[in-house]
């Protein structure tokens, strides 16, 4: 049985687990020594970040003590940065209830196995990770690389805190994807039980109340899938939405840098950097909308399934199963909310991107009325100096 209540955790998210601990964000025990140590790194790493951040000539990219709408943006963006970066490894060290939410979701595929005789098989959810791992892999090798060629500092300094988020990140779909897994196994087992009971509609009822007793356990399973993914909620709850925040201020920026940088004819490599780092966080918001917007296909799925059951509806027992088993299923729908304010689907999907339209527009205009007015104040500002007495 230990062997068994470890499958689904090692065809999904072991790999990240020690991904994220190389990484610094999550202790190697559980003693104090480990913890500190995690906290050490992260006060370093913030304090390296925040030292580099500043250091560089702000002049050969925009003009910081002029262009105050573009400083703003700029610092908008550290300040986020920062904030995500400490909430997710302050949430990982002291909220961390991973171990409660594998524990769940590998019971789950335990009893979907043994009690509704799905196939004892993983391959599925190890297919749909290793996807997710070569994405996160292969975004990782692009954002590197771009960083290492632009060699500004202007990049340099965010490399380690913007890999944290991305994993953090990637770590959500793995149990998005893990979650799928387990409503199509659902719909498989709901179907073994329904065939079931059309095959035994003419038995005694002995055999008879073996599969009305399936259904019971089929609504049990449901329901602990439903309490699985409130569990998945509080292990995100502030990190989730503090990633979209990031995500989304810096999907409206970054389109304005680079139009910044066209009109200050910088280096190209900076507006590769700019481009890249763009399409690397618009993936990453994709893949779990969509994610999630199946799982709730896949739930609705299971739901009808139940609705529309003719065999043998003159038996009272069924009926009353059949009558609380899709009570049930209307109430414990599929959603998952991002700290109770967003629902993760390709609604929430479809918002975001309408807003972070909204913004670049929004910020080149104002842009473009700043740059107009420096001229005027720089001159206003010399006639001023030039009229003083001495």
Not at 90 to 96: F, I, K
Not at 286 to 298: E, F, G, S
Request: charged letters at 15%; hydrophobic letters at 45%.
């Amino acid at each position: 049985m230990a062997q068994m209540s470890g499958e689904l955790h090692a065809a999904s998210l072991l790999y990240m687990r020690r991904l994220m601990k190389c990484l610094g964000i999550l202790p190697f025990g559980q003693n104090l020594f480990a913890k500190v140590f995690c906290y050490v790194l992260l006060f370093i790493a913030l304090v390296f970040t925040t030292y580099w951040r500043f250091s560089f000539n702000y002049a050969l990219d925009y003009d910081f003590l002029n262009d105050r709408f573009s400083s703003t943006i700029d610092l908008s963006n550290f300040v986020a940065l920062v904030v995500s970066h400490a909430i997710i490894v302050m949430e990982l060290l002291w909220g961390n209830c991973s171990k409660d939410v594998d524990r769940q979701l590998q019971a789950i595929h335990i009893q979907i196995k043994l009690q509704l005789g799905t196939p004892n098989a993983t391959d599925r959810v190890r297919k749909y990770c290793n996807w997710i791992y070569g994405s996160l892999v292969m975004r990782w090798l692009i954002f590197i690389v771009v960083t290492v060629y632009s060699d500004r500092a202007l990049t340099l300094y965010a490399t380690y805190s913007e890999l944290v988020l991305l994993a953090r990140f990637s770590e959500f779909t793995l149990y998005c994807a893990v979650i799928l897994f387990l409503y199509q196994e659902l719909i498989v087992g709901g179907s073994n039980v329904l065939d079931e009971l059309h095959r035994t509609r003419f038995e005694m009822w002995s055999i008879r109340r073996l599969t009305l007793q399936k259904l019971a356990k089929l609504q049990a399973i449901h329901n602990s899938l439903w309490q699985a993914i409130r569990c998945l909620e509080r292990y995100f709850q502030l990190s989730l939405i503090t990633l979209l925040m990031k995500f989304f201020i810096d999907t409206s920026a970054l389109p304005y840098w680079l139009y910044l940088s066209r009109v200050q004819h910088t280096a190209v490599s900076i507006q590769h950097y700019v481009a890249t780092d763009e399409c690397i966080k618009l993936l990453e918001i994709v893949v779990p909308c969509y994610v999630c917007t199946r799982c709730d296909a896949m739930q609705r799925k299971f739901r009808s399934m139940f609705y529309t059951v003719t065999t043998d509806r003159r038996s009272a027992q069924l009926n009353a199963a059949l009558r609380s088993l899709n009570l049930q299923l209307s109430q414990e729908k599929y959603k998952f909310s991002a700290a109770g304010m967003v629902d993760i689907n390709t609604e929430m999907l479809g918002k975001f991107i309408f807003g972070m339209i909204s913004y670049i527009v929004i910020c080149i205009q104002f842009s473009i009325s700043f740059r107009a007015k420096i001229p005027n104040t720089v001159a206003q500002n010399t006639s001023t100096s030039t009229s003083a007495p001495i």
